[in-house]
């Protein structure tokens, strides 16, 4: 006798996640409706499709997975054509033992399950994913394909030999270009990357997605098609195409699966032709609370001492690509109430705040970051957010801003938080004026997350317990490798923080000018802990890796 399975809305009732009128009212529908309850309950707006892919998954006993996080194999991807699978809201992810693995917003439906069986003609595992998920897996492993096409396309239209010939600039609206440009953003973005970098070299011009920090290669271009395809990018960023021999920004916005995304595009001159970066910031990405930042409770009520008072310097440290960014935009979105006058300059402005004040720096226009400071100053500011301190001159005038009653955010490159003083006062900064003014420092990096579908145990050996300055064996996690994870062992990424919060003890001895290392052990005695000894505590809690401990923390001898 097969055990009794509930009924997909009396789960959702029981787990609080609709009410019953909001099932009463999608019943009520269904009756004239030929959809699923569940799909009814999205789209009355009572429930998340992601919410629907875990209750589904409770319900049927089948695994339930984030595309977001898993590694889908391209080939097997295509093994059904887009149609079938945006007819169904599946797609094959990846084949083990000769059994292909498809994700499913319903796997309920045998229909579909048949029609793939017949196509690939292979055993078939369903796993779970909400509908979402898998659309947009859909839209950017097909549009692998359409790349493939479009550069094919741009072979036959402009009929180029293989005698290195470029393509006629004049005429860059072409379909195939624009084509190939369009899935070379989806593309990324729908594979969490964070930078887009084009390349060209003598044969051949090479596209790579820096994912979860590393760059991971995408595609070739053949490097008589690359003019068509750089002057693409460089007439929707608002770039002189004519201009080929001095570096160029330039800025495009596009709203890519509902949400909207700003890419920055720098071109740089190499000898085979234009290199293009473009970085890519999703609006949205700022949004997250102090514990998805990767705050502790400790460092968290460090962070509430720097930023709940009214005047001072908060500075943010680390090296590019280590999110201050996000990290700050997060600070200054908690700290914005409408009884504050929030003004910000940055050079570019990353992410649009409701309620804040934003100026973008114009060097050209003789707008600097100095040049706006002073003028922000007369605008009756409570909290003023400088992109960077750059200069001793802006430093000069953040130190004045911050003694004379404004909280002051910014941001710093340094090793750690300690050395950020030194660096203050390398810039001309009096060390009673850095004493003085200074609030609170907090240093942060990323590190990649190890998979947690492939990981594996081990106790340390004496050499890692040198490295991590263990006393006795411990056991820790290492990265395997596996295809939810595209054979990396890493799986997205998590912060470390080391917050400095500025005492009196530590005023004095930056007044007395104490060396780095003085300050640093002053600072431990507050509580502060290290940027070394945060990463020790996730390799310990298997999160991380030694080798991403290694590569990315300062470790003192």
Same mark, same amino acid.
């Given at each position: 006798?097969?055990?009794?399975?509930?009924?997909?809305?009396?789960?959702?009732?029981?787990?609080?996640?609709?009410?019953?009128?909001?099932?009463?009212?999608?019943?009520?529908?269904?009756?004239?409706?030929?959809?699923?309850?569940?799909?009814?309950?999205?789209?009355?707006?009572?429930?998340?499709?992601?919410?629907?892919?875990?209750?589904?998954?409770?319900?049927?006993?089948?695994?339930?997975?984030?595309?977001?996080?898993?590694?889908?194999?391209?080939?097997?991807?295509?093994?059904?054509?887009?149609?079938?699978?945006?007819?169904?809201?599946?797609?094959?992810?990846?084949?083990?033992?000769?059994?292909?693995?498809?994700?499913?917003?319903?796997?309920?439906?045998?229909?579909?399950?048949?029609?793939?069986?017949?196509?690939?003609?292979?055993?078939?595992?369903?796993?779970?994913?909400?509908?979402?998920?898998?659309?947009?897996?859909?839209?950017?492993?097909?549009?692998?394909?359409?790349?493939?096409?479009?550069?094919?396309?741009?072979?036959?239209?402009?009929?180029?030999?293989?005698?290195?010939?470029?393509?006629?600039?004049?005429?860059?609206?072409?379909?195939?270009?624009?084509?190939?440009?369009?899935?070379?953003?989806?593309?990324?973005?729908?594979?969490?990357?964070?930078?887009?970098?084009?390349?060209?070299?003598?044969?051949?011009?090479?596209?790579?997605?820096?994912?979860?920090?590393?760059?991971?290669?995408? &595609?070739?271009?053949?490097?008589?098609?690359?003019?068509?395809?750089?002057?693409?990018?460089?007439?929707?960023?608002?770039?002189? *195409?004519?201009?080929?021999?001095?570096?160029?920004?330039?800025?495009?916005?596009?709203?890519?699966?509902?949400?909207?995304?700003?890419?920055?595009?720098?071109?740089?001159?190499?000898?085979?032709?234009?290199?293009?970066?473009?970085?890519?910031?999703?609006?949205?990405?700022?949004?997250?609370?102090?514990?998805?930042?990767?705050?502790?409770?400790?460092?968290?009520?460090?962070?509430? &001492?720097?930023?709940?008072?009214?005047?001072? *310097?908060?500075?943010?440290?680390?090296?590019?690509?280590?999110?201050?960014?996000?990290?700050?935009?997060?600070?200054?979105?908690?700290?914005?109430?409408?009884?504050?006058? /929030?003004?910000? *300059?940055?050079?570019?402005?990353?992410?649009?705040?409701?309620?804040?004040?934003?100026?973008?720096?114009?060097?050209?226009?003789?707008?600097?970051?100095?040049?706006?400071?002073?003028?922000?100053?007369?605008?009756?500011?409570? /909290?003023?957010?400088?992109?960077?301190?750059?200069?001793?001159?802006?430093?000069? /005038?953040?130190?004045?801003?911050?003694?004379?009653?404004?909280?002051?955010?910014?941001?710093?490159?340094?090793?750690?938080?300690?050395?950020?003083?030194?660096?203050?006062?390398?810039?001309?900064?009096?060390?009673?004026?850095?004493?003085?003014?200074?609030?609170?420092?907090?240093?942060?990096?990323?590190?990649?997350?190890?998979?947690?579908?492939?990981?594996?145990?081990?106790?340390?050996?004496?050499?890692?317990?040198?490295?991590?300055?263990?006393?006795?064996?411990?056991?820790?996690?290492?990265?395997?490798?596996?295809?939810?994870?595209?054979?990396?062992?890493?799986?997205?990424?998590?912060?470390?923080?080391?917050?400095?919060?500025?005492?009196?003890?530590?005023?004095?001895?930056?007044?007395?000018?104490?060396?780095?290392?003085?300050?640093?052990?002053?600072?431990?005695?507050?509580?502060? &802990?290290?940027?070394?000894?945060?990463?020790?505590?996730?390799?310990?809690?298997?999160?991380?890796?030694?080798?991403?401990?290694?590569?990315?923390?300062?470790?003192?001898?």
């Amino acid at each position: 006798m097969r055990p009794f399975k509930k009924k997909l809305g009396e789960m959702l009732l029981e787990s609080g996640q609709i009410d019953q009128n909001q099932l009463e009212n999608a019943l009520e529908e269904q009756k004239s409706n030929w959809k699923r309850l569940g799909d009814i309950l999205v789209d009355l707006g009572y429930l998340t499709d992601g919410t629907l892919a875990d209750t589904i998954a409770k319900q049927i006993a089948v695994e339930r997975v984030n595309l977001q996080n898993t590694y889908i194999d391209a080939a097997v991807a295509r093994l059904i054509p887009k149609e079938v699978a945006k007819k169904y809201t599946m797609i094959p992810i990846y084949e083990k033992d000769g059994v292909v693995y498809v994700a499913m917003s319903d796997p309920r439906n045998m229909y579909a399950l048949d029609d793939l069986r017949l196509l690939i003609q292979k055993p078939v595992r369903s796993l779970v994913a909400s509908a979402s998920e898998i659309d947009q897996a859909i839209e950017v492993y097909y549009s692998q394909q359409m790349s493939e096409r479009a550069i094919e396309d741009l072979k036959r239209d402009w009929m180029v030999d293989t005698s290195g010939q470029e393509v006629d600039d004049a005429d860059i609206q072409n379909a195939p270009a624009v084509r190939l440009a369009n899935s070379i953003m989806n593309q990324a973005v729908t594979l969490r990357a964070s930078d887009i970098h084009i390349e060209p070299f003598e044969d051949a011009v090479m596209v790579r997605f820096r994912i979860d920090g590393s760059l991971v290669e995408s &595609m070739t271009i053949p490097q008589n098609l690359y003019s068509a395809v750089s002057t693409r990018f460089k007439v929707i960023a608002g770039i002189n *195409i004519a201009e080929k021999r001095v570096p160029q920004d330039g800025r495009i916005e596009m709203n890519i699966a509902g949400k909207n995304y700003d890419f920055r595009v720098s071109t740089l001159p190499t000898v085979f032709g234009e290199k293009i970066v473009i970085r890519i910031l999703d609006r949205t990405s700022f949004l997250f609370t102090r514990e998805m930042l990767g705050f502790t409770k400790e460092n968290s009520r460090l962070v509430d &001492m720097i930023i709940k008072k009214t005047n001072g *310097i908060v500075l943010l440290t680390g090296p590019t690509g280590s999110g201050k960014s996000t990290t700050l935009y997060s600070l200054l979105r908690e700290l914005n109430t409408p009884e504050l006058n /929030i003004v910000t *300059i940055e050079d570019p402005v990353e992410y649009m705040l409701h309620g804040i004040n934003q100026v973008q720096v114009n060097t050209k226009a003789g707008l600097t970051f100095a040049a706006g400071l002073r003028s922000i100053l007369r605008q009756d500011p409570d /909290i003023v957010m400088i992109g960077e301190i750059r200069d001793e001159e802006t430093a000069e /005038i953040a130190v004045r801003a911050s003694i004379t009653g404004h909280l002051v955010l910014s941001t710093l490159h340094t090793n750690d938080a300690p050395s950020s003083i030194a660096r203050l006062v390398d810039m001309g900064i009096e060390p009673f004026l850095v004493a003085e003014s200074l609030s609170g420092i907090i240093a942060q990096r990323l590190v990649r997350r190890l998979c947690k579908h492939c990981r594996k145990k081990a106790l340390t050996t004496q050499a890692e317990m040198d490295v991590m300055l263990l006393d006795e064996p411990a056991e820790i996690y290492h990265p395997v490798g596996c295809p939810k994870c595209n054979g990396t062992g890493y799986s997205g990424r998590i912060s470390l923080h080391e917050v400095m919060h500025i005492n009196r003890a530590l005023r004095d001895a930056i007044q007395e000018g104490k060396s780095t290392e003085v300050l640093r052990d002053i600072a431990k005695e507050n509580g502060m &802990m290290q940027l070394f000894d945060s990463c020790k505590q996730h390799v310990l809690e298997g999160t991380t890796s030694l080798n991403e401990m290694v590569k990315t923390v300062y470790v003192r001898d």
